[in-house]
């Protein structure tokens, strides 16, 4: 589902990301990880922004690859993107409007849980496959 320009505009979804980057530095686990990563803070928020219009608006600006780029971050955990996640919905809360905040959530979740499941396939194999082996026990 896209949203309409009269839910979700462009400059609504500036003002997301902005506002979202703003409160991820300040957060005293996540900052250090996007700080240790990130040297051209108004690149990453401009793609940030591409990124957000392509699956909100159908936009396509945005044509990089999360899954590799989150891949090769060491200090990947549950703890921080469930921190990530309550500050994105903190933010949506914020400054979306209600449609626009229930679709941004949605995706936000979906994604991460895609991102957080490609990590482990990549740092993380044998403790996949020691799960899939309790799930066939189990049946
Ligand atoms: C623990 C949670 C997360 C952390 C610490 C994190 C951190 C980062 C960092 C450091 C980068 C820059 C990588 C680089 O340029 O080398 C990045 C890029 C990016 N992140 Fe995340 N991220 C998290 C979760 C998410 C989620 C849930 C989404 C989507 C909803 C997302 C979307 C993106 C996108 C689209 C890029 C740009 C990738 C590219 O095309 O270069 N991230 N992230």
């Known amino acids: 589902m896209r949203l309409d320009p009269a839910q979700c505009s462009e400059d609504d979804i500036a003002r997301m990301v902005h506002a979202f980057y703003g409160r991820v530095r300040q957060d005293e686990r996540l900052g250090p990880v996007f700080d240790a990563h990130i040297a051209d803070w108004s690149a990453h928020l401009a793609k940030m922004v591409d990124f957000w219009s392509s699956v909100l608006l159908g936009a396509g600006r945005y044509s990089g690859t999360p899954m ?72």
């Open 68 to 139: 590799p780029a989150h891949q090769a971050l060491p200090e990947l955990e549950p703890e921080l993107f469930e921190r990530w996640l309550a500050l994105f919905q903190a933010t949506t809360q914020a400054v979306c409007q209600p449609a626009m905040k229930a679709r941004a959530d949605q995706l936000a979740g979906r994604i991460a849980q895609s991102l957080w499941l490609g990590w482990q396939m990549a740092n993380r194999p044998q403790v996949l496959a020691h799960d899939l082996q309790g799930a066939q026990h189990a049946g």
